[in-house]
């Protein structure tokens, strides 16, 4: 991976639909950390307690059983999408794009509900292939995709898990979605963060997507072509910095996509 200038970093931030106060989790008789947000309504269905500064979960030393109790109540009362059986970590929040140390780990489907911060990575990758400074290779969302099914993305976008390091997740999601070993590529580099605050696509209506991603470039040598490896692509194109900017302007892409391929084409927050 080769070394870049300092990473940009870009805000975009939508308000809650509904009310949301802040998410604590108090571990033993440690002071409570702030994790997320939830709206009130939801707080009282999980019973957890309330204080002046919003809702608290206590937890033994290891939090992790009672985080898994309270997604699997969310799930029994129908506010989560799809069960992932997969684990992020739940971070306390320290304040702009910085995530705090994990505190402890949940179920992928409860993150939004809580408003729990989630990381993710994306790869922008360009070619020489097609006629004029460089082409964009982009994928085509797969049509059974939970969020933003059948939009354009970039060529990879995936989630770090609680498992994965960040460069582990950059790797792993770089040869589940697109077929690509890192050392195939060239030019690799951190080259931006995005923070994300907007109300979530999840069915019940009551979640909230804080995410920090973590976005770098590269160049894909013109004898390499990605392949969906995990069914969650529909298809690869290469296509032109014009095509890619056309189709931002009508929508056709994610936010996450738009806002690294295209900042100037969304509004986002300063």
């Known amino acids: 991976m080769t070394s870049a200038p300092a990473a ?66 969310l799930r029994e009362r129908g506010l989560l999408g799809a069960w992932r059986d997969e684990l992020l970590p739940v971070h306390a929040e320290s304040g702009g794009a910085q995530l705090g140390e994990p505190v402890g780990r949940i179920e992928r489907a409860a993150v939004r509900a809580l408003g729990i911060a989630t990381r993710a990575v994306h790869l922008h990758g360009v070619s020489p292939q097609v006629q004029g400074p460089h082409g964009v290779w982009v994928q085509l969302r797969s049509l059974n995709k939970a969020n933003d099914p059948g939009l ?11 498992a994965d390091t960040l460069e582990q997740a950059l790797a792993r999601e770089t040869w589940e979605e697109a077929g690509l070993r890192l050392d195939a590529l060239r030019d690799l580099a951190h080259a931006g963060v995005l923070e994300i605050r907007k109300p979530s696509d999840s069915p019940s209506g009551v979640g909230y997507t804080v995410e920090r991603i973590d976005w770098y470039r590269c160049t894909v040598p013109t004898e390499v072509l990605p392949v969906n490896q995990d069914g969650e692509v529909e298809r690869f194109e290469l ?25 100037d084409l969304v509004q986002p927050r300063a």
């Open 8 to 73: 940009s970093l870009l805000r975009y931030e939508r308000a809650p639909l509904r009310p949301r106060d802040p998410l604590w989790l108090r571990i033993g008789a440690a002071p409570p950390l702030r994790i997320g947000s939830v709206e009130p309504e939801v707080a009282q269905a999980l019973a957890l307690a309330s204080f002046d500064a919003g809702w608290c979960i206590h937890a033994f030393s290891r939090p992790d059983a009672t985080l898994a109790t309270l997604a699997q109540t």
């Open 152 to 162: 354009w993305d970039t060529l990879m976008g995936g989630m770090v898990s609680a």
């Open 239 to 263: 296509v032109s910095p014009e095509r890619v900017r056309a189709d931002v302007r009508s929508g056709r892409y994610t936010l996450e996509a738009a806002l690294i391929l295209a900042p």
